[in-house]
């Protein structure tokens, strides 16, 4: 069974940092890409970062690019997204997301992904 956990939202004042934690188990993690997704209320759920599992080709959206930063740590099967300088249009709830490994290339398309995790709350003041 697929499990993905995330952790790390809360509350932050604009300009502040956050970081999500997202622990894989029951895949193997060498043949997923990884993304970040998040759905602010009354908006579409969108592609936020993606990264290969080795950690590679990192991609972002365009808003966050420079700001947030996606890593991997292999050997605990998980994925962070590191978020600096956060803005209040950045507050959502964020999904850690998994789906079929294209190598270095990473999909934004949210139909790529065949598992999500519950979501976590990041809520920036302004």
């Known amino acids: 069974q697929v499990q993905l956990r995330e952790s790390g939202g809360g509350s932050v004042q604009a300009g502040g940092s956050l970081r999500l934690s997202c622990l894989a188990s029951?895949?193997?993690?060498?043949?997923?890409?990884m993304a970040w997704f998040r759905q602010a209320p009354g908006k579409e759920r969108e592609f936020v970062a993606g990264?290969?599992?080795?950690?590679?080709?990192?991609v972002y959206e365009d808003s966050v690019r420079g700001r947030f930063t996606i890593s991997t740590d292999n050997s605990k099967s998980a994925v962070y997204l590191q978020m600096n300088s956060l803005k209040p249009e950045d507050t959502a709830v964020y999904y850690c997301?998994?789906?079929?490994?294209?190598?270095?290339?990473?999909?934004?398309?949210?139909?790529?992904?065949?598992?999500w995790g519950q979501g976590t709350q990041v809520t920036v003041s302004s």
């Open positions: 997301a998994a789906g079929p490994s294209w190598g270095v290339i990473i999909s934004t398309e949210r139909s790529h992904y065949d598992y």
């Open positions: 029951g895949l193997t993690f060498s043949s997923y890409t």
């Open positions: 990264v290969s599992w080795s950690g590679t080709g990192g």
